[in-house]
């Protein structure tokens, strides 16, 4: 292939047309095909000069398929690696309906964040929202079929208030480029609704505070490969979207630290494991949203270094979750434990994942974790500083301890089972060696962010020591909390979330509504009735058979009325 | 792992381990002393205040969560789909 027809093609496109192309190619092959694919789009990467690509007018619509810059080019490195560790992971999958939508899913992923328009970002949007749905309804149970309607239903929505942001802002600047929205302030105050619009649609994606629990609702109903696939895209996306978008814009430092916080207390007592990821991942977004908001060169950097290393360490730990899941059917802290004795390479490759998320020294979450909080301490925001703290000693509990413990270790729940898959394992090893990799090295990861790096992570050895013994202290508080009973036992329950508000109070609602507008109804129609019953009974007694005007006069009484009325008329008349 | 296994035992942690984090983490305040820390806002300088704001956040978000589940905890079937 030559560079034009490479550029020809826009990223990403390659794996949506693989993607439906594959259910036509042999049942052996298809595993294969959609590993091959990501490394084609990842060469197709390396070959893209920076640029605009593919402009073409529709309607007067002046689109522009293809950006290729460096902020584009991250984000497009990063989703091929995480494409291309899902399908080696998913390489038993015989489903073709989960391998085409993995492949649609990642493609329209990738293609969106290489779009230079709103428009073109709106069709992928939604086609990563359509197509990310079979994996959570692959699972082929009421509960993923009803999780997976809410899902799509959010994210829809979450595209068509992009599309009627998109047209707002077109009526107001005439522009359709995706460009920085909002103005050099950082100010929300004055910016046009259509830009609000847009905002929120990207703050659903993202899964701001409020806007979250589609998150923690359907990621742990997809099946043991999909919710790999959708803990790297959905939410990167919208990470993405808001670094192009909205750098610098004040309120996401706050609304970012309110999302590395809340999600920790739920984390703490959530018994599926799963759902403690997805808590986890939730979390980490507000780092990056943080370091979006300060908009600092530094700061920006720090956000897309960690939506980087995130992807590979929660994937991580999402196939080690899901091999658990694999081979022993649950994923209910209260069922598992002392899994080291059967899976031990799962084990030690969960650890890994949950030291890199953790971020410790030498381990790829701090190489990025460090960035965002020197933006932090260079731009004095003290409160933001202590709230991230707090949230780091928050990472350490969920994900560095709880989800390794409970699965691994704790109690003997007596299960012995069969290690994960060959090719399960071999993904979680290569990813396991990215986090280390990273973490030894970042200068290449550093090398790749959209602006010039300068800091040092290990260049002042204080702060390693310091982050270990945040970490350190923070295990040492979980050894006492569990050695004096304190720490909460897990309790097979569920705990409310937002969802609450539109599974069950919204149901109840248009129930309660419903009932009193029968009741309504039924009052109503009986004053009705009771009314109408009044109105013949009047007419009756007046009119009827029986009714005055209705009696036959006898005819003395007349000639009677018509002398009174002659003499009452004389009288008057000669008066 | 041929010891007998009680499978509904409570989830506890050994005292060795406990000794062990603990030593480890006595080492790591102490050479504190040694390195030498950049720090920007004062109180990074106390020594031992990594340590001690490791310890104080873990166990308050621990605490606090077991608060919150007295509020938002469910039965399974809560939602019944």
């Known amino acids: ?575 | 792992m041929n010891k007998p296994e009680k499978h509904d035992a409570p989830t506890t942690i050994s005292a060795a381990v406990f000794g062990w984090l603990a030593a480890v983490c006595t080492v790591l305040v102490v050479i504190e002393w040694f390195v030498h820390r950049h720090a920007t806002y004062p109180w990074e300088g106390w020594p031992g205040f990594y340590a001690i704001f490791g310890f104080v956040a873990f166990a308050g978000i621990v605490l606090l969560g077991k608060q919150l589940r007295r509020v938002i905890r469910r039965d399974d079937d809560y939602y019944n789909d």
């Not at chain 1, 790297?232 to 808001?242: G, I, Q, R």
């Not at chain 1, 707090?390 to 994900?399: K, N, Q, R």
């Open chain 1, 1 to 575: 292939m030559t560079i034009t027809t490479m550029t020809s093609v826009p990223p990403g496109l390659i794996l949506i047309l693989g993607g439906l192309v594959l259910p036509w190619l042999p049942g052996a092959a298809r595993p294969v095909v959609s590993l091959v694919l990501p490394v084609l789009g990842f060469i197709q990467l390396l070959l893209l000069p920076e640029g605009l690509y593919a402009q073409i007018g529709i309607a007067g619509y002046e689109l522009t398929l293809v950006r290729v810059d460096r902020l584009s080019l991250v984000f497009g490195y990063i989703f091929h690696i995480a494409a291309f560790l899902a399908a080696l992971y998913a390489l038993h999958v015989r489903d073709a309906t989960q391998q085409v939508s993995a492949l649609v899913y990642v493609g329209s992923a990738i293609g969106a964040v290489f779009a230079g328009d709103l428009i073109t970002l709106f069709v992928y949007w939604e086609i990563t929202a359509l197509s990310s749905v079979f994996l959570i309804w692959a699972s082929g149970t009421e509960q993923a079929y009803r999780a997976g309607m809410r899902y799509l239903i959010i994210q829809v929505g979450s595209g068509v208030l992009l599309l009627s942001g998109i047209l707002l802002h077109y009526q107001h600047t005439g522009s359709l480029a995706f460009e920085q929205l909002i103005s050099a302030s950082g100010q929300l105050a004055g910016a046009e609704p259509g830009v609000l619009l847009i905002l929120v649609a990207f703050a659903i994606k993202c899964a701001f505070p409020l806007l979250h629990n589609w998150l923690q609702d359907a990621y742990p109903q997809a099946t043991v490969t999909g919710a790999v696939f959708l803990s790297a895209f959905t939410t990167k996306l919208a990470v993405y979207a808001l670094a192009r978008g909205f750098p610098g814009t004040e309120v996401l430092i706050g609304i970012g630290v309110v999302m590395t916080l809340f999600p920790i207390f739920f984390a703490v007592i959530e018994n599926d494991l799963r759902r403690v990821l997805s808590y986890s991942l939730n979390n980490q977004l507000g780092f990056m949203v943080v370091g979006i908001g300060i908009g600092t060169e530094l700061a920006l950097n720090g956000a897309v270094a960690h939506a980087f290393v995130h992807i590979i360490y929660k994937a991580l730990l999402f196939m080690s979750m899901g091999a658990v899941l694999y081979r022993t059917g649950t994923i209910r802290a209260t069922d598992l434990g002392g899994l080291y004795r059967s899976m031990p390479w799962t084990a030690a490759f969960c650890i890994v994942g949950a030291m890199s998320i953790s971020a410790f020294p030498l381990f790829s979450g701090f190489v990025a974790k460090s960035l965002t909080l020197s933006a932090v301490v260079e731009g004095h925001y003290i409160l933001v500083w202590i709230g991230l703290l707090i949230a780091s000693a928050g990472v350490m509990e969920h994900s560095g301890i709880k989800v390794p413990f409970f699965a691994f270790f704790g109690h003997d729940s007596g299960i012995r089972c069969k290690e994960a898959p060959t090719h399960m394992l071999l993904a979680m090893g290569v990813a396991a060696g990215l986090c280390l990799g990273i973490g030894f090295f970042p200068q290449p990861l550093y090398a790749i962010l959209p602006y010039p790096v300068t800091y040092q992570p290990y260049g002042d050895l204080g702060h390693s020591l310091t982050q270990v013994q945040l970490l350190l202290f923070a295990a040492l508080a979980f050894v006492v909390l569990m050695r004096t009973g304190l720490y909460p036992r897990e309790q097979r329950a569920i705990n409310l979330d937002v969802d609450w508000v539109y599974r069950r109070l919204a149901p109840r609602l248009v129930i309660f509504a419903m009932q009193w507008l029968v009741a309504a109804n039924t009052v109503l129609n009986r004053a009705l009735h009771h009314l109408g019953r009044m109105v013949i009974r009047t007419v009756w007694r007046h009119y009827g058979p029986e009714g005055t005007l209705a009696r036959t006069w006898p005819t003395g009484s007349m000639v009677l009325w018509v002398a009174i009325l002659l003499v009452a008329s004389s009288l008057l008349y000669y008066a």
